[in-house]
């Protein structure tokens, strides 16, 4: 993954723009042409147009980068390029940042793209009651002001030199302003494709807008369905039977079956996806530092890799920042499966045993009930009596995640560090999932946001590595490389992306017909 250093970005973020303004190089050999037949897992029955409620891959990958833009785009490269923003500035602190708005942009009903239209889609993630996992992002602008119709200038309260890169987040989708309520209620964005029918949790059937700002170098089927299949086994079967051209999330139990079919191809890259096991830390027994050190020693960690991700990932160290980030503090001592040291800290504790509720579905990640099962099964030779209950998955993310006390989950990741810990552990946010509480953490989180020296950094994102590793409330046993698969039929430009699935959640962008 190429790697913008935060002092380069001041510098060459507005070239990048300039050169790379739409995210996607022309691909010499692409075509136009078909209908792209897609089966996604991810999917709920309470799924929406909204981009704010999107959390998982399903509606992640409609929104951004098929129905809607964001402002900037992590391309396949991994470079930060502009998407509706065609080029940006900044002040030297990094406080005051400056977009220009890419001209001759419509939404799907008509209407031009402009700086009411950012002003209002920002604004949305901060509104009275709004639950958005990227209110943290927006709330960080103190003011945004319109300088043109094709600018914007924000004022952070303290400087973020990965502000443009915040702006990529699939939540901040781009809707027509004074027609945000019908644009969420039918799916209104200036994506190269349009809505033509919504069957939440059912089916999705897009078109191809003519005449996009993208024509020549993205956007090559005329149509697109997006069918849900959450089950495994019937998402694997479509792919294989010819019913979908490609799928997401491979089974790794019918993996084989996948290899030795030729019309199928397995396509796998490895990002900071990290499957998880978040406790909330406000809650008996979570609050007890040493119950939480004891659950971390009963985990076998090898084991889950070896037998969940059959291989196609690596051990976690109970932090969120992976391989594939620029800080990812490889040299942190490994937690290690030790019985022993969790009967310790659980006697710390003033136990002698305990008996915990662990929620899970395989809608949190593939194989999450039996990664829960083999975790009950470590613990319990430390005197951690765990009970796997097993959630459905429809409504997982509603109704369990955020809501048990302790549950499964899994994360795509983010590329930088201080994306990463600002959606999901700075105190306060909608998406803490474990309500962790640490002074030095939050301190150390303010700190290296502003910070421009690499080696600070590097020292500021390696020591909240470390205290989440020994002190959080969250779980992270393995790290998961993206493991999709495509019909032959499909063809791509040979550089797939790693921020999310699918090639970044754009397949529907960057694929083709062969």
């Given at each position: 993954?190429?790697?913008?250093?935060?002092?380069?970005?001041?510098?060459?973020?507005?070239?990048?723009?300039?050169?790379?303004?739409?995210?996607?190089?022309?691909?010499?050999?692409?075509?136009?042409?078909?209908?792209?037949?897609?089966?996604?897992?991810?999917?709920n029955t309470s799924d929406s147009w909204d981009g704010r409620t999107h959390s998982d891959s399903y509606m992640i990958m409609l929104g951004h980068g098929t129905v809607f833009d964001c402002l900037t785009e992590v391309n396949a490269a991994g470079e930060l390029v502009g998407?509706?923003?065609?080029?940006?500035?900044?002040?030297?602190?990094?406080?005051?940042?400056?977009?220009?708005?890419?001209?001759?942009?419509?939404?799907?009903?008509?209407?031009?793209?402009?700086?009411?239209?950012?002003?209002?889609?920002?604004?949305?993630?901060?509104?009275?009651?709004?639950?958005?996992?990227?209110?943290?992002?927006?709330?960080?602008?103190?003011?945004?002001?319109?300088?043109?119709?094709?600018?914007?200038?924000?004022?952070?309260?303290?400087?973020?030199?990965?502000?443009?890169?915040?702006?990529?987040?699939?939540?901040?989708?781009?809707?027509?302003?004074?027609?945000?309520?019908?644009?969420?209620?039918?799916g209104i964005g200036t994506g190269m494709y349009k809505v033509e029918s919504f069957d939440p949790g059912v089916r999705a059937v897009v078109s191809r807008v003519d005449g996009h700002y993208k024509d020549g170098k993205a956007g090559w089927f005329d149509s697109i369905e997006?069918?849900?299949?959450?089950?495994?086994?019937?998402?694997?079967?479509?792919?294989?039977?010819?019913?979908?051209?490609?799928?997401?999330?491979?089974?790794?139990?019918?993996?084989?079956?996948?290899?030795?079919?030729?019309?199928?191809?397995?396509?796998?890259?490895?990002?900071?996806?990290?499957?998880?096991?978040?406790?909330?830390?406000?809650?008996?027994?979570?609050?007890?530092?040493?119950?939480?050190?004891?659950?971390?020693?009963?985990?076998?960690?090898?084991?889950?890799?070896?037998?969940?991700?059959?291989?196609?990932?690596?051990?976690?160290?109970?932090?969120?920042?992976?391989?594939?980030?620029?800080?990812?503090?490889?040299?942190?001592?490994?937690?290690?499966?030790?019985?022993?040291?969790?009967?310790?800290?659980?006697?710390?504790?003033?136990?002698?045993?305990?008996?915990?509720?662990?929620?899970?579905?395989?809608?949190?990640?593939?194989?999450?009930?039996?990664?829960?099962?083999?975790?009950?099964?470590?613990?319990?030779?430390?005197?951690?009596?765990?009970?796997?209950?097993?959630?459905?998955?429809?409504?997982?993310?509603?109704n369990v995640w955020l809501k048990k006390p302790w549950c499964a989950c899994y994360w795509s990741g983010r590329a930088t560090e201080d994306w990463m810990f600002s959606t999901a552990y700075e105190s306060g946010v909608p998406w803490n999932d474990s309500h962790w509480e640490?002074?030095?953490?939050?301190?150390?989180?303010?700190?290296?946001?502003?910070?421009?020296?690499?080696?600070?950094?590097?020292?500021?994102?390696?020591?909240?590595?470390?205290?989440?590793?020994?002190?959080?409330?969250?779980?992270?046993?393995?790290?998961?490389?993206?493991?999709?698969?495509?019909?032959?039929?499909?063809?791509?430009?040979?550089?797939?992306?790693?921020?999310?699935?699918?090639?970044?959640?754009?397949?529907?962008?960057?694929?083709?017909?062969?």
């Amino acid at each position: 993954m190429s790697r913008f250093t935060r002092r380069g970005l001041l510098k060459t973020g507005a070239a990048a723009g300039v050169l790379a303004a739409t995210g996607v190089p022309a691909a010499a050999m692409a075509k136009r042409g078909g209908t792209l037949r897609l089966g996604i897992a991810g999917a709920n029955t309470s799924d929406s147009w909204d981009g704010r409620t999107h959390s998982d891959s399903y509606m992640i990958m409609l929104g951004h980068g098929t129905v809607f833009d964001c402002l900037t785009e992590v391309n396949a490269a991994g470079e930060l390029v502009g998407e509706l923003a065609e080029s940006w500035e900044a002040s030297p602190d990094a406080i005051t940042w400056t977009f220009n708005l890419r001209k001759g942009v419509t939404f799907h009903n008509g209407k031009p793209f402009g700086a009411d239209d950012v002003i209002e889609s920002l604004q949305m993630h901060t509104a009275e009651g709004a639950k958005s996992a990227a209110k943290p992002i927006v709330a960080s602008i103190t003011e945004m002001k319109k300088l043109g119709e094709h600018q914007v200038q924000f004022t952070l309260a303290a400087g973020n030199a990965d502000f443009p890169y915040l702006l990529s987040d699939y939540h901040i989708l781009m809707f027509p302003a004074g027609q945000i309520e019908e644009a969420i209620a039918k799916g209104i964005g200036t994506g190269m494709y349009k809505v033509e029918s919504f069957d939440p949790g059912v089916r999705a059937v897009v078109s191809r807008v003519d005449g996009h700002y993208k024509d020549g170098k993205a956007g090559w089927f005329d149509s697109i369905e997006q069918i849900a299949i959450n089950d495994s086994s019937a998402r694997m079967n479509a792919l294989m039977t010819g019913q979908v051209d490609a799928v997401n999330r491979v089974d790794f139990k019918t993996e084989a079956l996948l290899k030795a079919n030729p019309g199928v191809e397995i396509f796998e890259v490895t990002g900071n996806q990290h499957f998880t096991f978040p406790m909330l830390t406000n809650t008996d027994p979570y609050s007890n530092v040493n119950v939480r050190k004891a659950l971390k020693y009963g985990i076998n960690r090898q084991e889950m890799v070896d037998k969940i991700l059959l291989g196609h990932g690596a051990i976690g160290n109970d932090h969120p920042i992976g391989p594939a980030n620029q800080f990812y503090h490889s040299e942190l001592e490994q937690l290690e499966y030790d019985p022993d040291k969790a009967s310790f800290y659980l006697k710390e504790a003033g136990m002698d045993s305990i008996n915990v509720d662990l929620s899970a579905a395989n809608a949190a990640f593939p194989g999450a009930v039996d990664a829960a099962q083999l975790y009950q099964a470590s613990a319990s030779a430390a005197g951690i009596n765990i009970n796997v209950t097993q959630e459905p998955d429809d409504g997982y993310w509603s109704n369990v995640w955020l809501k048990k006390p302790w549950c499964a989950c899994y994360w795509s990741g983010r590329a930088t560090e201080d994306w990463m810990f600002s959606t999901a552990y700075e105190s306060g946010v909608p998406w803490n999932d474990s309500h962790w509480e640490n002074a030095r953490f939050q301190e150390l989180l303010i700190t290296g946001r502003a910070e421009l020296d690499t080696d600070k950094r590097r020292e500021i994102y390696h020591e909240m590595q470390a205290l989440m590793s020994a002190e959080g409330g969250t779980i992270v046993p393995m790290y998961a490389n993206y493991v999709d698969a495509h019909s032959t039929k499909l063809a791509n430009s040979g550089t797939i992306g790693n921020l999310w699935q699918m090639d970044g959640s754009r397949i529907s962008e960057r694929w083709w017909f062969a």
